[in-house]
């Protein structure tokens, strides 16, 4: 190798080694970035102290979690099966329809933030429409994302737990 021919490798290694931890700090995000965006529910489940499993909203759930970069979140899930009404009006159901509808879903929204040390995702739910008595209260669920799948984890008080596990939601085209 000539004199050139070393000063141009040794220019090009340089460059190379100022730009590579700039792009990889540039790259990084914080989980509480990573969590901003629109969710679709994959599962639900509710599993038993002693590891007995329920899908609550049956085998192929539909929800979506969406968390703005503000600090605000909704969240909606139903189970895919629940039975229309006999009346085509949503105030004229049955007690047993009406009963049957609030059961297989669930909605809310409110206010959230993250605690990045130890993962603990906090919901403060300003409306629930399927239980409010959860309204006005902070929620703490524990969240570890990989890749383009989250999932959510809520203690239960017998021991058990609510594992849900959702999935990036990809734009739709045109």
Excluded: C
Excluded at 16 to 25: D, F, G, S, T
Excluded at 87 to 111: D, S
Excluded at 129 to 142: F, G, I, L
Excluded at 156 to 172: H, P, Q, T
């Amino acid at each position: 190798m000539n004199r050139r021919e070393v000063a141009t490798f040794s220019a090009i290694t340089a460059l190379n080694i100022a730009l590579v931890p700039a792009e990889a700090v540039a790259q990084q995000k914080t989980l509480k970035e990573q969590l901003v965006g629109t969710w679709t529910l994959l599962s639900h489940e509710i599993i038993a102290r002693d590891g007995a499993k329920t899908a609550l909203f049956g085998a192929n759930p539909r929800g979506l979690l969406i968390f703005d970069a503000g600090g605000r979140y909704v969240q909606l899930q139903v189970r895919p099966d629940r039975p229309q009404f006999k009346a085509n009006n949503r105030l004229e159901g049955t007690p047993e329809e009406n009963k049957t509808a609030l059961a297989g879903g669930i909605g809310q929204f409110g206010t959230w933030s993250l605690n990045e040390t130890d993962k603990s995702l906090i919901l403060h739910e300003d409306g629930n429409v399927s239980y409010p008595n959860e309204e006005d209260t902070d929620q703490k669920r524990v969240v570890s994302l990989s890749s383009d799948d989250l999932k959510v984890l809520i203690g239960l008080g017998d021991g058990g737990k609510i594992e849900l596990v959702y999935r990036r939601a990809k734009s739709k085209p045109n």
